[in-house]
């Protein structure tokens, strides 16, 4: 539950403010507003939220008959050239990981507050290979899932699965995923940690859902109890 914050720490957040400027996760406009938010005024007048029930919505429906999903929760709808796609980039190819850091809390405080995400008792972001993740210097996802785990106290398992191929385009990467069979991209390296837990999935954009597929599917035969998935962004099939 969000409380209202005191008045020294209404002064501390406006000090560390003058000393180290929130921008805006598009734009790199000066955030005048509280720390809560992401993206600048103008930048959020285009964004489109995501406000579908979390337990049934089109992302749940999307993965229907691939992998089982309990509940899937994302911020915004991708648009190609809108804010969230810069925010993206920034993330990915930017070296500015704070970017999901700050994402993940976000939409932490949401999740914290549902029933259905409160008994989640580990995040697993989807995996880099070791290569793209050492040229890159992290995960885009790891990122995420740390900011998550802030809001919802729950860790971060970031070595429960692994990325057995490389990819050079991480955007081609989703569509050719979906044909290709689990073992080739991903494995379970710690399965015994999965089991019996209620696992919350976590990447940075859903499209076709190739690769929430596969790692659910890993996720399920090692014995989740519960998964649930969670992105930044989600893409409606067509607009992508
Ligand atoms: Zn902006």
New binding site residues.
């Given amino acids: 539950m969000l409380s209202y914050p005191s008045a020294p720490r209404i002064w501390w957040n406006a000090f560390t403010h003058l000393l180290y400027p929130q921008l ?6 000066s955030l005048t507003t509280s720390a809560h938010q992401c ?6 007048a285009t964004i489109e939220l995501v406000d579908f029930p979390f337990d049934n919505n089109e992302v749940i429906d999307r993965l229907w008959g691939r992998t089982r999903l309990d509940a899937a929760a994302s911020l915004y709808y991708f648009r190609k050239k809108g ?1 969230v796609q810069w925010a993206l980039h920034h993330l990915k190819y930017g070296n500015q990981p704070d970017i999901g850091r700050r994402l993940g809390r976000l939409l932490g405080q949401k999740l914290y507050s549902s029933p259905l995400f409160q008994d989640v008792d580990c995040i697993v972001p989807v995996p880099l290979h070791p290569v793209k993740e050492r040229q890159r210097g992290y995960n885009q996802s790891m990122a995420f899932a740390l900011g998550l785990a802030e809001a919802l106290h729950a860790p971060v398992l970031g070595n429960a699965l692994v990325r057995n191929q490389f990819s050079a385009s991480q955007t081609r990467k989703h569509r050719d995923e979906r044909f290709q069979n689990v073992g080739e991209v991903f494995s379970a390296a710690q399965p015994k940690r999965l089991k019996g837990q209620h696992v919350l999935l976590v990447d940075d954009v859903l499209t076709t859902g190739a690769t929430i597929e596969m790692c659910g599917n890993l996720i399920e035969q090692a014995g989740g109890r519960k998964l649930s998935v969670a992105t930044i962004a989600v893409a409606s099939l067509g607009k992508v």
């Fill in positions: 805006c996760v598009a734009c790199n406009a993206f600048c005024f103008k930048c959020r804010p």
